[in-house]
Structure formats: structure tokens, C-alpha cells
């Protein structure tokens, strides 16, 4: 009988289902002390999601002792239904022949809001998606705080990096990091209806913006 001796947990690195889905997971290693436990971010390490294939934020790959993989979680479960997935892998591990398709580049456009003559304008960006993991709302946040064109202004200052995401239906809160000396030239509520702008598209009609200084 097998037991999965490494667990790889597959998530963006801003979002929050996959840090809830750490949170199981470690709380599973309590009963699982002898397995370890790996995070791969997707939008970081990117040749290692797309060597298992990854689809779907978050997956939690489950790895023999030969690193043959023995079945996979896509999306989020509660710790109870992880424990009772481990151990009928143990019974019953997923057979080698499951293959999965391998991972295609996808070229993708996102609108985003920049300031030009002193008002925020539509922007489009195209993005080239090196995995199959989409997640619209957190690329387009990161293509905003990152974008640079010619004749706009972008509100966020170069610094800042994107810490956390979390949609509660038509409200977003997100959680920016950035550099103290900035603080002073940024306009906040400049900031805030760039991304309320950015992201009405996907349905978020109001944001709570946290800033964070480093």
C-alpha cells in the first residue's frame, strides 16, 4: 500500500483560496507528519507548473517516493475531505495511464485605466500567459501596478507589488506593498478608481485598498 510522501500545493502567489487551501494543508501534515510540503507559485515558477500540468488555481499534487504522482485536488476542500482524499489514494492511487494535456502559451488582452490629460483612459495590453492557469482579475491588477506607456501616467508608483486579493462579489480588497519613500507623491483615491476602473469588467464594482510600506 502507497502513502504520498511529498505534497506540491500549486497557487498564485496574491491569491487568497490558495493560501486558505496552505492552511489545510498544513493542518493536514499534523496527521501526515512523516509527508512533506512544497508551494510552488504559479505566476513564479512557471517550467514546474507547466511540468505537472497544472490547469487550475489552486491544485494540490500528491507524489509517491518514487515522484510518480498519485492523484491531484483541484480547487479548495476543507481539511476532513483532504485526510479522507489521502487515504483512499492509499487504497486506490490514480493510475499512470491519467495524462494530462500539456500546458499551451495563451495571448491575452486586458484593459486597463491610466492617467492621460489628467484623467484615467482605457489602456489595452496584451499578455502572453506562459501556463493554462487563468486568473483574470489577479493578471489584471499586476498589469496595471507593472504597466509603463508612452503618454500616460501610471497612479501607482514603480515600487509597488501586489500582496493579496480577496473578492467578496461585487467588492474587492487589495493589498499593495510599497516603498515608505513613496508614500508622499501617491494619490490614493487616484489609485483606488484606477483599479475600480480596471476591474469593473469582471464584475467588481467597488475596492477597499490597503497599502502596505516597506
Known amino acids: 500500500m502507497k502513502q504520498p510522501i511529498r505534497i506540491l500545493l500549486f497557487t498564485l502567489s496574491a491569491c487568497p483560496i490558495g493560501r486558505s487551501m496552505g492552511t489545510v494543508l498544513r493542518e493536514v501534515m499534523q496527521y501526515l507528519p512523516e509527508v512533506e510540503l512544497n508551494t510552488a507559485f504559479v505566476d513564479v515558477q512557471i517550467n514546474l507548473t507547466n511540468e505537472y500540468r497544472i490547469k487550475k488555481n489552486p491544485t494540490t499534487v500528491f507524489l509517491d517516493a518514487q515522484n510518480n504522482e498519485m492523484g491531484r485536488i483541484e480547487g479548495f476542500l476543507e481539511t476532513e475531505k483532504v485526510l479522507e482524499y489521502v487515504q483512499e489514494l492509499e487504497r486506490h492511487p490514480a493510475p499512470k495511464t491519467v495524462c494530462y494535456e500539456e500546458n499551451t502559451a495563451i495571448k491575452e488582452t486586458y484593459t486597463i485605466y491610466l492617467l492621460r490629460e489628467g484623467r484615467l483612459q482605457s489602456v489595452q495590453?496584451?499578455?502572453?500567459?506562459?501556463?493554462?492557469?487563468?486568473?483574470?482579475?489577479?493578471?489584471?491588477?499586476?498589469?496595471?501596478?507593472?504597466?509603463?506607456?508612452?503618454?500616460y501616467t501610471n497612479p501607482f508608483p514603480e515600487s509597488c507589488e501586489l500582496e493579496l486579493v480577496n473578492f467578496n462579489g461585487p467588492v474587492g480588497r487589495v493589498v499593495i506593498t510599497m516603498k515608505r519613500a513613496e508614500e508622499a507623491g501617491s494619490d490614493i483615491s487616484l489609485m483606488?478608481?484606477?483599479l475600480i476602473h480596471t476591474l469593473r469588467g469582471f464584475g467588481v464594482d467597488d475596492i477597499v485598498l490597503e497599502l502596505h510600506y516597506n
Not at 125 to 150: D, F, G, H
Request: glycine fraction near 4%; aromatic fraction near 6%.
Open 192 to 194: 483606488q478608481s484606477s
Open 125 to 151: 495590453i496584451q499578455y502572453e500567459n506562459l501556463t493554462s492557469v487563468k486568473a483574470p482579475r489577479i493578471t489584471a491588477i499586476k498589469l496595471l501596478l507593472s504597466a509603463k506607456v508612452y503618454g
